[in-house]
């Protein structure tokens, strides 16, 4: 079954190999969509090469692209680029579809979520493309500092910190502390169901929006490292309440929530009922990703795991 990768949907007769619908997912306008004219290898290089240039972070590959959409490409840029790809990776496989899933995922759990979508190298790969949320407009752009630069550490310091502390720079700079609060929760509990145990404080931003607010920004960079990884040993690259791993319920619900972030019973258990009802839609996404039938597994496995020490009923993983 041919599928589009930017919806995971069957093709039509004739489509191919994007959907109509998919292609609007990146821009309204766009009507085709070229291989991007390198293997995953060479994307794997040409970022290398021009990572000295970029001001975009991370160790996974990536590159800054802008999209032709009259022509149809993404083209690789130095600077001013609205969109990034992200390559396969040959020292992590299946990376830019587990990516996709997850942003996907989130989204679903009520996170804002940047445009985003898995895209074919010509050598037929898949490589994950999101769009940048901090442009605006044809040149513009939007004041966001992340939580290294807010806290007072810096990349090699990004795990030198807690989720305490997070929430503590959330006070103090945003415009609505209570209302980013209830995100931070929410990023809290779709880090630990996914998998992702690489939220460090570089991975958590603020942005400035057109009214001038100051929040939380859309998420980015959510992978399910738990599924990557040969052995991981952590559940969350920084502390909650000093723990690392074994979370329960009672460490977000009773402690984060209620403790340290204060919320109201009613809206801690309106987040954590969402989450609940959305694992029906996690489970089928999942088996509809892009991910290999092995990764597959290895997925619902975590979200059952992690769901079970939440307290979901939900039902057991089926091979």
């Excluded at 752009?141 to 290294?148: I, N």
Aim: glycine content about 8%.
């Amino acid at each position: 079954m041919n599928r589009c990768p930017l919806t995971y949907n069957q093709l039509e007769e004739g489509e191919g190999p994007y959907s109509a619908a998919g292609l609007r997912r990146l821009a309204p306008n766009l009507k085709r969509l070229a291989p991007l004219p390198f293997s995953s290898a060479t994307l794997v290089e040409e970022a290398a090469a021009r990572a000295p240039k970029m001001s975009i972070g991370g160790v996974q590959p990536k590159l800054s692209a802008v999209l032709r959409v009259g022509e149809g490409r993404f083209d690789p840029v130095d600077r001013g680029g609205r969109f990034i790809l992200k390559p396969e990776s040959p020292q992590y496989p299946e990376v830019p579809a587990n990516e996709d899933l997850t942003m996907r995922l989130a989204t679903l759990a009520g996170l804002t979520v940047p445009a985003h979508g898995l895209v074919r190298t010509e050598s037929g790969d898949l490589c994950y493309v999101i769009r940048r949320f901090d442009r605006a407009g044809q040149s513009g752009r939007m004041h966001v500092e992340d939580f290294a630069q807010l806290i007072g550490q810096n990349r090699e310091t990004k795990y030198d910190s807690s989720i305490e502390k997070v929430a503590g720079a959330i006070e103090r700079f945003c415009t609505f502390p209570r209302v980013e609060y209830i995100t931070l929760l929410r990023m809290v509990l779709v880090s630990f169901l996914t998998g992702n145990e690489d939220m460090h404080l570089k991975n958590f931003s603020l942005i400035v929006d057109v009214k001038g607010v100051v929040k939380l920004s859309p998420v980015y960079d959510m992978v399910n490292s738990t599924i990557v990884l040969r052995n991981p040993q952590e559940e969350s690259a920084l502390p909650l309440g000093g723990k690392k791993s074994r979370f329960q319920r009672a460490h977000f619900v009773d402690y984060l929530a209620r403790e340290r972030l204060r919320l109201p019973g009613p809206v801690t258990n309106q987040v954590v009922g969402d989450l609940q009802a959305a694992i029906p839609e996690w489970l089928a996404l999942i088996n509809r990703s892009f991910l290999s039938d092995q990764k597959k597994q290895a997925y619902r496995e975590v979200v059952f795991e992690r769901s079970g020490r939440l307290g979901f009923d939900v039902p057991g993983p089926s091979r």
